[in-house]
């Protein structure tokens, strides 16, 4: 569990990289922004890297519990997989400078144990995906007629082309309209029509 001072410097972080880049990630600015001195910080951190090491765990335990709320109770797998696409965006939308930590290669490039740490979370939740696929396929609610693996690239790649899309800050791009037009559209390709 992190102190209120080390969720200070993880938001300080983040802030810092949604704004001006992870090239301007240091401990100079970060305790330039919170106003405390450099020494304080690395009482709670030992680098920049252990620091975003801490925002990607932060996003792993956040992820998890979404990912395990929504893809249990009685309804059917596709529907569980567009709950878990509205509380993603929702997460987001509550915290989007996490956005560009998550999903930014040049965070990740020259760095082996946040490639890692990313590469755990996102194969976590790929995991999640995919078992509501093959349960969908089981019950007869997905077609089963394609590898489930590549139906989660579908699903995993469409909601990460949408995050990038709102990202980048359209001003016309409604989150709660996209979401449900786009899952409506993986839907479409995905389900096993009832009629």
Known sequence: MSSERQKEIMAASLEIISAEGIQNLTIKNISGRIGISEPAIYRHYENKISILIAILDEFRTMSSKLFSEHSSGDITPVEKLKNIFRGLFKAFEKNPSMVSVIFSEEVFRNE???????????????????????EGQKSGDINNTIDPGYLTIIITGSLRMLVRKWQEGDKQFNQAVEVENLFGAIANIIAVSKS
Do not use: D, F, G, Y
């Not at 740490?117 to 696929?133: A, D, F, G, Q």
């Open 112 to 134: 082996p144990l946040l490639r890692q740490r990313i590469s755990e979370i996102m194969e976590h939740n790929s995991s999640v995906i995919r078992t509501l696929v093959s």
